[in-house]
């Protein structure tokens, strides 16, 4: 994040540069969280001040900018100070572990290239999204009206309560699972009915198209950044156990491909 920050206003970093938080990852990838203020705690015993104790929170939070320059010192001051103390405690860590090789020669140099990517962003055709939430809205419309009919009674299929209630009390089919709440109308169960009657099949396509629309068609858009024109996602570095990269603001990853829609 500060070195987006600083390449924003033209400060580029040069030489060997260490991070902390991916330090920590690779010491611990189970480890939920590898802020700084958790981090310390953990390895110094030092309770750091928090943001919200500096910026405060709910209708009396203000921005950074509005806090006094004293305490705006002490807080960045001490996030360096305890930064570099942290790091001369992890370093010895990482040769211990057989980890140094894997954080100078991948982690810290993959860094430039997702800060790369960040910047970059990714271009959508605002248009053709619009074109396609017409679409799908159309779709919906016509395939709701056909699952009422299938029903033989008007109800919601985005609830499923309601859900439930046509396919085990109306129709009376026969679920293998039941959960706290009665019985279960999630993908699997659904795609199990789907073999005993038509409803289920339509419902589980119903659901997939309104998904489709309300998670991507509908918000991608409104995620570009106007200045690029282009959606800028974060690629996170530190929060799979597996290594792998999660994307987030907004998830780019979990599209689903596999269907022609």
Not at 96 to 116: A, H, K, R, T, Y
Not at 130 to 140: G, I, M, N, P, R
Not at 221 to 242: D, E, K
Request: aromatic content about 8%; some cysteine.
């Amino acid at each position: 994040f500060d070195r987006k920050v600083l390449l924003k206003y033209g400060f580029a970093f040069k030489g060997q540069v260490a991070d902390t938080l991916i330090a920590s990852y690779l010491l611990n990838p189970d480890k939920r969280s590898h802020g700084l203020k958790n981090l310390v705690m953990d390895w110094l015993g030092i309770q750091m001040t928090t943001l919200q104790e500096v910026i405060g929170s709910g209708k009396d939070q203000i921005t950074f900018d509005g806090v006094d320059v004293a305490t705006a010192t002490r807080y960045a001051a001490a996030d360096a100070d305890m930064t570099l103390q942290l790091w001369v405690k992890l370093r010895p860590k990482l040769e211990e572990s057989g980890l140094w090789e894997l954080f100078c020669q991948l982690e810290m140099p993959l860094v430039d290239v997702l800060i790369d990517m960040e910047l970059t962003g990714v271009r959508i055709d605002v248009a053709y999204f619009q074109q396609l939430a017409e679409q799908l809205d159309k779709q919906l419309i016509v395939l709701r009206e056909k699952i009422i009919q299938q029903a033989g009674v008007p109800f919601n299929p985005s609830s499923p309560r309601q859900v439930a209630e046509v396919l085990f009390e109306r129709l009376q089919l026969q679920p293998r699972r039941k959960g706290k709440s009665g019985f279960s109308t999630d993908v699997e169960v659904l795609e199990e009915l789907a073999t005993q009657h038509e409803l289920p099949r339509m419902i589980l396509e119903y659901r997939q198209l309104e998904k489709l629309k309300n998670t991507y068609v509908d918000v991608l858009p409104t995620m570009v950044n106007p200045v690029t024109g282009r959606i800028h996602t974060s690629f996170n570095q530190t929060m799979a156990a597996t290594g792998r990269l999660t994307s987030s603001d907004p998830n780019l990853q979990n599209i689903p491909v596999r269907t022609e829609i």
